[in-house]
C-alpha cells in the first residue's frame, strides 16, 4: 500500500476563498509531502464550476516536488460534493508528462477531460469513473503506450452526460490497444451492456486477463448467457464481476455455478414508463 494523503476543501474552507488555484499551494506546504506516494485530490472548493486545469498545471510547474508520487487520484468526491457529470476535469497531457513514475491513476468525471498522448512505462492501474467517457479519451487510451499496464478499468456512461462514442470505438479500443500485461479488465456501466459483453468476449486481451468485469450497466440474460457459453473457453478467467444487473435468478445461478468466483450482487428490474423498458447504468448523473 502506498503511504497516502488526501487534501480537499469543504464549503467553508471555498466561502474563505480556498479554489483550485489554491490547492497545489496548500500541498506544497505540507510538510508530510515528501513522504508521501500517493496525493489524492478532492474538492477543490467549486468543481462544477471551476476546473481541475489550475491543480494539474501546477503540479506540472512544480513537477520536482512531486516526482516521489506513484499514485494519484484527482476528483475523489462524493455526490453531496459534487454529481460526477458536474465534475470538470482538464487536459492531463502535460502532467503525464511531467510524472514519468507514476504507476497508479484514478480520474473522476469526464467534463473537458482530455489525456492527450499517454506514454507511461510505468503505469500499472488506469481507472476513469465518469457518467459518460468522450470519444477522444476513448482514443487516448486505444494509441497509449502503457507497457506495465496490469489494470484497466472504464466507466462507460451515457449519451446525456458525456459518452460521445459507439460499440464499433470500444471494440476498436480492444483491437487496436496494446497491454501485453494486462491483467484484469472492467468495461462497465454501460446502457450497452450486452454488447460490450460480445464485443469483450472476442477480444483477444481473453486469452490474458485473469479478471473480467461488465459491472454496473444494463447486463440482461443476453449478455448472460454469452458469459456462460463462453467463459468456459477461457481458462486463465479466475473471477467475473457483474454486480449491478438484470439478470434474472436462473441466469444469476447459471453464472454462480461457473467454476471462477463470480460478483453476481445487485439484481435490479426495468423501469417502465408508457410502454417502453429501461435499464439504467449505476452512475450517470
Known sequence: ?????????????????????????????????????????????????????????AMVEHKEKFSHIKSLFVGDMNFEECEVSWIIQGNYENLLEAMPQLEHLVIKGSTDLELGKVQLEHLESLEIICGGLPLEVIQSIRDAKLPALKSLRLYIGIDDYGFSGSIDDIKDLLEKSDFPKLESLAICDSEMQNEITEVVLQSKYMKQIKRLELSMGSLTDEGGQKLVDQLPGFPNIQELDVHYHYLSDDMMEKLENLPIEVNVNEQNEPDEWDGEVYYYPMLTE
Not at 488555484?21 to 477543490?44: H, N, Q
Open 1 to 57: 500500500m502506498y503511504q497516502s494523503k488526501t487534501y480537499s476543501y469543504d464549503y467553508d474552507e471555498y466561502e474563505a476563498g480556498k479554489c483550485s488555484k489554491t490547492m497545489v499551494g496548500d500541498i506544497l506546504a505540507d510538510p508530510e509531502l515528501s513522504g508521501l506516494e500517493e496525493i489524492i485530490i478532492g474538492s477543490w472548493g467549486d468543481p462544477w464550476e471551476g476546473s481541475a486545469q489550475d491543480i494539474l498545471d
